[in-house]
């Protein structure tokens, strides 16, 4: 029996695998997150010049630094994840994420070793960033590659259900913290103990993803040693493009919903803080709620009418949903439940129509590097393209930019994805029929 018979008979990873990826993603976005979070915190410990408002502005800058190397993760990690497995990538991702939580969690403050400290900060976001460019892909290629035929739809969903997992615990702590320790106590430490947590639980998690079975064959991993980095890339140019048109809209809707939209509540006036926060956090935890029967309906119909509905009923509604959620917090819950049900159907199938663009050997670099270019370049820059146009622009500015991207991120749908099963055609995955050949 040859070796693509022995690739094609062998047992499909577990739950155990199923569970691992999903919990790794999750921590890699706790870990992304809780910078954001503790920066109110921390800016005077790292940036001392100024005020603390020009303190939190340059951590908030450091911040945009790992949006800047998330390109580049995506490029390295594809690269492993092509010609190594997608184990190993996501073994190094990990490692990554979990060294920059710690470097961040142990870095002394300024007044201790000087410059070197926002250089350390910088350079640990730096490495974050990498990670985070990173995970997306292996995940997504894991996850696909790993589920039953029937079950694709439902093992893409808890890519993004990982992502909201760890959006969530990343609150949940900062908020408890808040509520349990004075400001000169989060000052002075109490901002350390999320990065110490988060770093040490992935280091704990490493240890468990070193358990997981590889499902790139190695015959797919000999196949792709041998060529130049961006070889895959280049061969399989169109479907980046596909990846890219679908990612645009997604991403920015993703983001303005998520961050965007209760800053800009907020800003209006018309509701405190702690009213859009708990706006968007029942938003969220219905997301995540919806996710994995979203992606057995996926299984059913296709992923490719999930992300028509998504793309079309936000490039709708967008406009309207952006001015309902100015005026009260029913308002501003109502349209981040519908904007987030909505975006549903974008994450319940990203994975599963990102992989099934690329041939086997291609889906690392395939999707890991398009796709955070595309999230840097647009999700990224949502929250300050939305605060920028809201000074410079009609009202309707921000929201009708969302929309229009959500009709690009249609239109490449509707003329791209096979209508059958939600993927480019032609069939996208010329080496997966390879390895059942004779």
Not at 108 to 129: C, E, K, M, T
Not at 173 to 188: I, P, R, W, Y
Not at 249 to 272: D, M, N, S
Not at 412 to 428: E, H, I, N, Q, Y
Request: charge should be positive.
């Amino acid at each position: 029996m040859d070796e693509g018979r022995r690739t094609a008979a062998a047992p499909t990873p577990g739950r155990r695998n199923l569970v691992a990826a999903t919990v790794g993603n999750a921590l890699e976005w706790y870990d992304w997150n809780v910078y954001a979070l503790m920066a109110p915190f921390f800016a005077t410990r790292f940036f001392v010049a100024g005020s603390a408002t020009t303190a939190l502005l340059s951590s908030l800058a450091v911040f945009a630094v790992g949006f800047v190397a998330r390109p580049v993760g995506g490029l390295v990690m594809g690269v492993i994840s092509d010609r190594r497995g997608r184990r190993t990538a996501m073994l190094w991702s990990i490692a990554l994420m979990a060294a920059g939580s710690l470097l961040i969690g142990l870095t002394p403050a300024h007044d201790a070793i000087g410059v070197l400290s926002p250089l350390l900060l910088v350079f640990a976001r730096l490495v974050q960033g990498l990670s985070a460019g990173g995970e997306f892909a292996a995940s997504a290629a894991y996850l696909v590659e790993s589920a039953p035929d029937r079950r694709k739809g439902l093992y893409s969903s808890f890519l993004y259900t990982g992502n909201l997992v760890g959006t969530l615990l990343a609150t949940g702590l900062g908020a408890l913290l808040a509520l349990v320790l004075d400001h000169d106590a989060m000052t002075a430490w109490g901002w350390r103990l999320p990065f110490l947590v988060g770093g040490v639980a992935a280091v704990l998690l490493g240890l468990m993803r070193r358990q997981m079975e590889e499902t790139l064959p190695p015959s797919v991993r000999r196949d792709t040693a041998g060529e130049g980095i961006l070889a895959p890339l280049r061969r399989n140019a169109p479907a980046a493009m596909v990846l890219c048109g679908i990612t645009a809209g997604a991403t920015v809707a993703y983001y303005t919903w998520i961050v965007a939209l209760p800053g800009h509540a907020v800003a209006g006036g018309q509701l405190g803080p702690g009213q859009a926060l708990l706006a968007a956090t029942i938003a969220q935890a219905l997301l995540l709620a919806a996710l994995p029967f979203v992606g057995m309906l996926a299984d059913r119909v296709g992923p490719r009418r999930l992300i028509l509905a998504f793309s079309g009923g936000l490039a709708l509604l967008c406009v309207p949903l952006y001015s309902l959620a100015q005026g009260s917090f029913t308002g501003l819950l109502t349209a981040e439940v519908i904007g987030l049900l909505l975006f549903s159907g974008y994450g319940a199938t990203a994975a599963l129509v990102m992989v099934e663009l690329f041939p086997l050997g291609a889906r690392g670099i395939g999707v890991g590097l398009p796709y955070a270019a595309t999230v840097a370049a647009f999700g990224g820059t949502a929250p300050y393209v939305s605060v920028w146009m809201d000074g410079h622009g009609p009202e309707a500015a921000f929201p009708v930019y969302v929309a229009l991207l959500c009709v690009l991120t249609f239109a490449v749908a509707w003329r791209k994805l096979d209508r059958g099963r939600g993927s480019a055609a032609p069939d996208p995955a010329p080496h997966a029929e390879r390895l059942s050949m004779p």
